[in-house]
């Protein structure tokens, strides 16, 4: 799929003809640093313009972070300004600014990590955008994909010669398009799964009464992780139990479709939301809200 990224400096007369140019998703900045006077002047306007048009999108915060606590304060800036949007792709953490050097290659990888996990933390597919250099020199990119985090490479080539897993590879600062000023990044998606009307907060997956909506059984693990140990009947409560006899007739290791819970916590992780039942953690995608 091909895209395009953009923010307060690429001005678009007219998103209604760019889809039919080819540009089938945008990613749009939603501001830089750790204030909210420094959102990106046009990201409303490229939010509504996008999403009028059906074009996905996704989103990038622009890091000056010269520190672990300054770092905290973008994450928080960020999520404020997305928090009531709905997205298709990613909200990436925008690592190429000269000042976040000081920090060194530890603590850049770490302020990485870390806005992963706040982004997750509030149902947010999240990931990291830099160059070649600083994935290979200041960025430990491994790291980052052992986490599930997204990478989104600029390497402005005819091919990507970073030997890593890559989910999106900006390969171009020159593209042109009818109905855009100048020039504007163009952006390639490599691997990545779109899921329609993917919504950032949750709207989709909030705290409350599920049932279980699957063919066979339903995991319940000790951590919102596919890599946390699975639970056993005899670990579930006493309420569970019972409606796993009642409609099984046998003690699973899991729970049957129909199954009633409730939802005290949502953690996204390992491209699942996770959510907290008595018993342990469940994966939402296989439940239904009641």
């Given at each position: 799929m091909k895209g395009i990224d953009v923010s307060e400096w690429n001005n678009i007369l007219d998103y209604s003809i760019?889809?039919?140019?080819?540009?089938?998703?945008?990613?749009?900045?939603?501001?830089?640093?750790?204030?909210?006077?420094?959102?990106?002047?046009?990201?409303?306007?490229?939010?509504?313009?996008?999403?009028?048009?059906?074009?996905?999108?996704?989103c990038y915060h622009y890091s000056y972070a010269t520190s672990i606590e300054n770092a905290k304060k973008e994450y928080e800036v960020?999520?404020?300004?997305?928090?009531?949007?709905?997205?298709?792709?990613?909200?990436?953490?925008d690592l190429e600014d000269e000042t976040v050097l000081?920090?060194?290659?530890?603590?850049i990888t770490q302020i990485a990590i870390d806005f992963i996990k706040y982004m997750n933390s509030k149902g947010i597919k999240a990931g990291i955008y830099a160059n070649k250099n600083w994935f290979i020199n200041y960025i430990d990119i491994d790291k980052i994909i052992?986490?599930?985090?997204?990478?989104w490479l600029a390497e402005w080539s005819e091919k990507i010669t970073l030997n890593k897993k890559i989910n999106f590879w900006q390969y171009t600062?020159?593209?042109?398009?009818?109905?855009?000023?100048?020039?504007?990044?163009?952006?390639?998606?490599?691997e990545y799964k779109i899921e329609t009307n993917n919504n950032l907060n949750n709207i989709n997956y909030s705290t409350g009464h599920y049932i279980v909506n699957v063919k066979s059984s339903l995991n319940v693990r000790e951590n919102p992780s596919l890599n946390s140990r699975i639970k056993t009947f005899g670990e579930f409560t006493k309420n569970a139990q019972n409606q796993i006899l009642k409609i099984a007739g046998y003690k699973m290791n899991g729970l049957p479709r129909n199954v009633e819970c409730d939802v005290s916590k949502i953690v996204y992780s390992d491209n699942f939301h996770f959510g907290?039942?008595?018993?342990?953690?469940?994966?939402?995608?296989?439940?239904?809200?009641v």
């Amino acid at each position: 799929m091909k895209g395009i990224d953009v923010s307060e400096w690429n001005n678009i007369l007219d998103y209604s003809i760019l889809k039919n140019q080819g540009i089938e998703f945008a990613i749009i900045r939603t501001g830089y640093g750790r204030d909210i006077t420094q959102k990106d002047k046009l990201f409303e306007n490229h939010y509504n313009g996008f999403t009028k048009n059906n074009i996905k999108l996704g989103c990038y915060h622009y890091s000056y972070a010269t520190s672990i606590e300054n770092a905290k304060k973008e994450y928080e800036v960020c999520y404020n300004i997305i928090k009531d949007k709905n997205f298709d792709l990613p909200i990436f953490y925008d690592l190429e600014d000269e000042t976040v050097l000081k920090l060194g290659r530890i603590e850049i990888t770490q302020i990485a990590i870390d806005f992963i996990k706040y982004m997750n933390s509030k149902g947010i597919k999240a990931g990291i955008y830099a160059n070649k250099n600083w994935f290979i020199n200041y960025i430990d990119i491994d790291k980052i994909i052992e986490i599930g985090g997204y990478i989104w490479l600029a390497e402005w080539s005819e091919k990507i010669t970073l030997n890593k897993k890559i989910n999106f590879w900006q390969y171009t600062s020159k593209s042109t398009y009818n109905g855009i000023q100048g020039k504007v990044d163009g952006d390639e998606i490599i691997e990545y799964k779109i899921e329609t009307n993917n919504n950032l907060n949750n709207i989709n997956y909030s705290t409350g009464h599920y049932i279980v909506n699957v063919k066979s059984s339903l995991n319940v693990r000790e951590n919102p992780s596919l890599n946390s140990r699975i639970k056993t009947f005899g670990e579930f409560t006493k309420n569970a139990q019972n409606q796993i006899l009642k409609i099984a007739g046998y003690k699973m290791n899991g729970l049957p479709r129909n199954v009633e819970c409730d939802v005290s916590k949502i953690v996204y992780s390992d491209n699942f939301h996770f959510g907290l039942i008595p018993s342990g953690w469940i994966a939402l995608e296989y439940c239904k809200k009641v």
